[in-house]
């Protein structure tokens, strides 16, 4: 496997696959054409479908500038290896292509080269795991906690890269619990963080912690849709989901920074395993690789703060999966914000209520984690193409059909 750094990207939102990766993208391509004229970039499937609602025209443009940029969008093409599909051609200035590059965007903020080989960052394969069971059997013989498999691999520089994206996660969580008014696009929706954080402090301890899970998860997933500067958890549109469940332990339970940091790298491993063997792309399997990945990695990070054994946080990840399996992904209107961000709030709950049901246990069960991810994976590629991040169905479908008769008015917030 590669390193966690690759699961945890820090950069602008509002989606790793569609604006992340895509600005890289063009970067890398213009560092390599520095004398051409303009560009032109092509967009497939996926990134045609959504890629205005996720901002990925500016990030292009922004990558780009100064040269002028053509954008053709081929919403019923896909490229062969992936949904998310790009041809990137520089032209000179008689508009003849003096260079192309076929790349695509795989999830979490990652790029795929068009012979199938990913671009790496962070060292590469660096892991002698591919596998939880394999884990495990390590965490078994050294009698080692499983953060210590990603010092051990990784070095202890780490440390100091887990810092810096702890640092991250709760300045976003910061601005987005002060920050009011509306978010962009044409849904017009109210930001929640603020008011549902007052509100749960007043209330009891049992209620209290449901609001406050679901505020600080709200408060950087508004953030997201912002086009703020998130960290991916594993991707932009579920990056409110794990820093929610660190903060509350380290507010509510005094938990000590590096021991939020070793849970931060219990998590990495966690995504890691199911970006190998499955996806974390909503393209490719729906929002069971988002939401439900990192429900699973905020599950085990909380089972392991809880004291948990590797068993016991293996299972935490496991349900934190398993309850999520066949979600779709139909952003409405193509924006990160319904059902996105309020899926955020739900699976930060459902990851703690995951750990608490594990540590209750002695971490045996019946399906293991790593086989939820290959029945993830499958599920993924069964879903039909339109449930999978194309704005076309679902909910998506639902709101755009209940706003046909209304789209020249503009919306109330809501």
Not at 39 to 44: A, K, N, P
Not at 305 to 331: K, V
Not at 391 to 409: F, I, M, P, R, V
């Amino acid at each position: 496997m590669e390193s966690i750094r690759n699961i945890f990207r820090i950069g602008m939102g509002p989606s790793s696959s569609h604006t992340m990766a895509p600005r890289l993208a063009a970067i890398l391509f213009s560092e390599r054409t520095e004398s051409s004229a303009s560009y032109r970039v092509r967009l497939y499937g996926s990134l045609a479908q959504t890629g205005r609602g996720h901002l990925t025209h500016e990030a292009l443009r922004q990558a780009l500038e100064p040269k002028d940029v053509e954008i053709i969008e081929l919403v019923h093409e896909e490229l062969p290896l992936h949904p998310n599909g790009m041809i990137f051609e520089a032209l000179g200035e008689d508009g003849s292509v003096t260079d192309q590059w076929r790349v695509y965007s795989v999830g979490g903020g990652a790029l795929m080269e068009g012979d199938g080989s990913e671009l790496q960052a962070g060292g590469g394969k660096i892991y002698a795991f591919s596998s939880m069971a394999e884990v495990l059997g390590w965490a078994e013989d050294s009698g080692l906690a499983l953060w210590a498999a990603v010092e051990r691999h990784e070095g202890p520089g780490i440390w100091d890269y887990l810092n810096q994206v702890w640092r991250t996660m709760m300045e976003a969580c910061e601005r987005g619990l002060e920050a009011e008014g509306v978010l962009p696009g044409i849904l017009r929706l109210r930001r929640k963080a603020s008011s549902v954080y007052r509100q749960a402090r007043r209330l009891n301890d049992l209620s209290r912690r449901t609001g406050l899970l679901a505020s600080y998860a709200l408060a950087v997933a508004e953030e997201n849709a912002a086009g703020g500067i998130v960290v991916t958890a594993p991707t932009c549109g579920s990056c409110g989901i794990l820093p929610a469940v660190l903060r509350y332990f380290r507010q509510r339970h005094e938990v000590e920074e590096k021991e939020i940091l070793r849970a931060l790298a219990t998590a990495g491993l966690v995504g890691n395993l199911v970006k190998r063997n499955a996806s974390i792309s909503g393209a490719e399997v729906g929002c069971q690789g988002e939401v439900g990945t990192a429900c699973a990695m905020a599950a085990a990070a909380a089972a392991q703060l809880l004291g948990g054994t590797p068993y016991q946080i293996e299972y935490a990840a496991e349900m934190g999966l398993e309850h999520h399996l066949g979600l779709t992904c139909d952003p409405v209107a193509g924006l990160v914000q319904i059902p996105c961000i309020e899926r955020n709030a739900m699976a930060a709950t459902r990851a703690l209520d995951c750990a608490e049901y594990a540590i209750l246990s002695d971490g045996r069960h019946q399906i293991s984690f790593d086989q939820v991810v290959e029945t993830m994976k499958r599920t993924g590629h069964d879903l039909p193409g339109l449930y999978r991040e194309t704005a076309s169905g679902g909910l998506a479908l639902a709101y755009s059909e209940s706003h046909k008769n209304g789209t020249d008015q503009k919306p109330e917030p809501v």
